[in-house]
């Protein structure tokens, strides 16, 4: 399946504070706290479930509850075109689960989406259907455009005063979106909020952030897994997966243009992006606040996946700092990651713990005007 391309990717905007996109949960604001509300975003992806719930304060929003759960959705969906139903039962497990602890905050505004898997599947409306019947949740598929908006919108806080040149890379489990956004337009203390106004679309608004060009692999950590699964020998099948990925980039435009060193930033949202950092720092037990933010060096990330490598299927599979749930995915993962910091000139990447959900709760939050700085239209 070829990369999925947008109809008119010539874009600009603005808007948002640039401390930090949410707050960790906060025992101090219990459910239905203040006059505002809470609100709930769910992210169905093709590996996993991730729920958040939260409410706004100030310009942020504080985390009141959180689940997340490995559901494998897109599990056989390469070779059938359809989900399967294990990987249905999972996920409706999941939901259900989501759908309790909605009712239990009571919570009021809510938006539940699902990515790649469930675009690609031939099934998915019906599972969709069957979801509402049995849960009462209404679940949409959205475009990857959507997809790409909302994960860039989340990691505006992440974005440097000095950054001209931006590339917003979120590797899924289904699909990987890369959104690459011109600011050298915009005042450098105007530069996070312009990222926000993204929220509406990737139209042009001379005034703000350009998005010169975006587009979605579908390539994931799942899927690409999937594609190289036949190779046997580990490295032959990294060094593979890494290659065959950049090759997925030849229409992506700034792939080929030479670009400045000077004033350019990635941001990198996913799961590999966090435990590649979570792994270099040495966490045996996650920390989100030492993750989120961090600032790795090309040479950092080159040495822990070849620590990678060197432990092996059996080695990461016991490794800590993986985890049981991710230890089968992370190499797909970490090829993509080594392919886009091999292409660009840059030796860092800005680690995002952060993406889809907290991107829907802005764009909710937004829409109803309940954030400090209001709606950003």
């Not at 090309?298 to 599979?317: K, N």
């Not at 991107?359 to 937004?366: F, I, K, N, P, T």
Request: glycine content about 8%; overall charge neutral; charged content about 25%.
């Amino acid at each position: 399946m070829a990369p999925e391309r947008p109809l008119g990717a010539d874009a600009m905007q603005t808007a948002v504070e640039a401390q930090g996109a949410f707050r960790e949960t906060d025992p101090s604001a219990p459910p239905g706290l203040g006059s505002k509300g809470l609100y709930a975003a769910v992210d169905l992806g093709t590996n996993a479930c991730r729920m958040l719930i939260a409410q706004p304060r100030g310009s942020q929003f504080v985390v009141v509850d959180s689940f997340s759960k490995t559901v494998q959705l897109g599990a056989g969906l390469e070779a059938s075109g359809r989900l399967g139903r294990a990987s249905m039962g999972r996920t409706m497990q999941a939901l259900r689960i989501c759908q309790k602890k909605i009712e239990q905050h009571g919570v009021t505004r809510m938006r539940f989406v699902a990515t790649e898997a469930c675009r690609r599947a031939r099934n998915s409306k019906e599972f969709m259907r069957q979801v509402r019947r049995e849960t009462g949740l209404i679940v949409e598929i959205i475009p990857a455009e959507e997809e790409a908006r909302l994960a860039v919108i989340s990691c505006a806080p992440l974005v440097n005063r000095s950054t001209e040149q931006l590339l917003v890379v979120d590797i899924g489990g289904g699909s990987t979106e890369l959104v690459w956004i011109d600011l050298s337009a915009v005042a450098p203390e105007d530069r996070p909020h312009a990222i926000m106004r993204l929220h509406r679309g990737f139209q042009a608004d001379p005034a703000g952030a350009r998005v010169v060009d975006w587009i979605s692999v579908p390539l994931g950590v799942a899927t690409l897994k999937d594609q190289f699964q036949d190779v046997e020998d580990d490295a032959a099948r990294f060094a593979l997966m890494s290659w065959f990925f950049e090759e997925n980039l030849a229409s992506f435009s700034p792939y080929a243009a030479a670009q400045k060193r000077e004033g350019f930033q990635i941001i990198g949202t996913s799961g590999t992006v966090t435990t590649v950092a979570a792994s270099y720092l040495g966490l045996r037990r996650y920390d989100r606040t030492k993750v989120d933010g961090l600032q790795m060096t090309s040479d950092q990330i080159d040495s822990v996946i070849r620590e990678y490598l060197t432990l092996g299927p059996e080695g990461r599979r016991n490794d800590p700092r993986i985890g049981r749930d991710r230890h089968t995915l992370i190499m797909s993962g970490a090829a993509i990651l080594q392919a886009l910091m091999r292409i660009w000139p840059t030796d860092r990447l800005s680690v995002a713990d952060r993406g889809l959900r907290e991107g829907l709760l802005y764009a909710q939050m937004s829409a109803d005007g309940v954030l400090e700085d209001g709606p950003f239209e």
